[in-house]
């Protein structure tokens, strides 16, 4: 291994751990607690060293973002393979939902990244960065089979999404009882998930 390659190793093993370590602050403590100075600290390396890899926090919370947005379209993907054949589409959209739900719920800091914060990225458009694209086509395959004939597939998926979307976060701010959690999600696939 040449020493350019060694050096390119070791920058990328240092992004994974600023990223990883903005993202555990973040998870911990809030995005308001992650400042340069703060990672600077933890990864003990200098704050010019987290400059040469990121221009800021917006760049770190892009990062974050990213890497959530691979992890929920596998969550999505895992979800919707593993349930049961014999509940056929509807089945696998309440395996969608519920994975959508459950990974909003246990990684608020990258949910946050993902769709509350300005990470710099773009969403819904033509430069859309490849991760953010896989996630939302991990909701499109599912949703597509249930969309309905005459609507269109994508606006199908953006519907749905979008009321996932306000269940996550009003559960997450306390406004929606969560006794009745389970109860929601069955009515968002009945009434929208018509099979």
């Known amino acids: 291994m040449s020493v350019q390659e060694r050096k390119e190793r070791e920058r990328a093993a ?22 340069t100075r703060r990672l600077a600290e933890r990864i003990e390396y200098s704050q010019p060293v987290l400059y040469s890899h990121f221009r800021g926090k917006r760049e770190i919370i892009g990062a974050v973002a ?16 593993a ?9 696998r959209v309440a395996a969608l939902a519920h994975a959508y739900l459950d990974f909003a719920a246990r990684h608020p800091a990258v949910y946050d990244a993902l ?6 990225l773009a969403y ?12 939302f086509a991990s909701l499109l395959e599912t949703l597509a089979e249930v969309a309905g004939d ?19 976060t009003l559960t997450r ?6 006794e ?8 968002l696939v009945d009434r929208l998930a018509r099979v």
């Open 124 to 135: 819904a458009r033509e430069d859309t960065p490849a991760p953010l694209k896989d996630a």
């Open 115 to 120: 769709f509350q914060l300005d990470g710099g």
């Open 173 to 178: 701010a306390g406004r929606l009882p969560p």
């Open 66 to 81: 990213l890497e959530g947005a691979a992890e929920l379209a596998a969550a999505v993907r895992a979800a919707t393979s």
């Open 14 to 35: 240092r992004e994974r751990l600023i990223v990883a370590t903005a993202r555990e602050l973040a998870e911990e403590q809030g995005w308001d607690a992650v400042t």
């Open 83 to 91: 349930a049961p054949t014999a509940d056929g589409p509807r089945g």
């Open 180 to 187: 009745h959690a389970a109860s929601r999600v069955e009515l």
């Open 150 to 168: 005459g609507v269109d597939p994508g606006a199908f998926t953006e519907t749905f999404w979008a009321a996932l979307h306000g269940l996550a």
